[in-house]
């Protein structure tokens, strides 16, 4: 019923930046909070930033300042500017949605997750 899909993972040296990019599709009525996880290798998947439809934003204490994230509600998208990366961004991250559908008559909210994107950062 609905997709989402990452874009933008890659290998960049210490200091660098990436963008990473997720769109939700589908049965969509409404998007209500959209956000980034990570997991590294024998980690825990952990919450990296989260935004709402108003623009509200929410930070892991480990990327304030280096990371921003927006969003587009007309595209059902949300974006992750990555700045100043160091070794320990190393992880898969993960787009999360948390959607109305068009297909219940409810305001019910379903959570969607993406497949993963591999970001590596080299020191």
């Known amino acids: 019923q609905v997709r989402v899909v990452e874009s933008g993972g890659g290998l960049v040296q210490a200091g660098g930046s990436l963008r990473l990019s997720c769109a939700a599709s589908?049965?969509?009525?409404?998007?209500?909070?959209m956000g980034w996880y990570r997991q590294g290798p024998g980690l825990q998947r952990d919450l990296v930033a989260t935004t709402t439809p108003t623009g509200n934003t929410g930070y892991a204490d480990s990327v304030k300042g280096r990371f921003t994230i927006s969003r587009d509600n007309v595209q059902n998208t949300v974006y992750l500017q990555m700045n100043n990366l160091k070794p320990e961004d190393t992880a898969v991250y993960y787009c999360?949605?948390?959607?109305?559908?068009?297909?219940?008559?409810?305001?019910?909210?379903?959570?969607?997750w993406g497949q993963g994107t591999q970001v590596t950062v080299s020191s």
């Open positions: 999360n949605a948390r959607v109305v559908l068009t297909t219940t008559l409810s305001l019910a909210e379903y959570e969607y």
């Open positions: 589908g049965s969509i009525r409404s998007v209500n909070a």
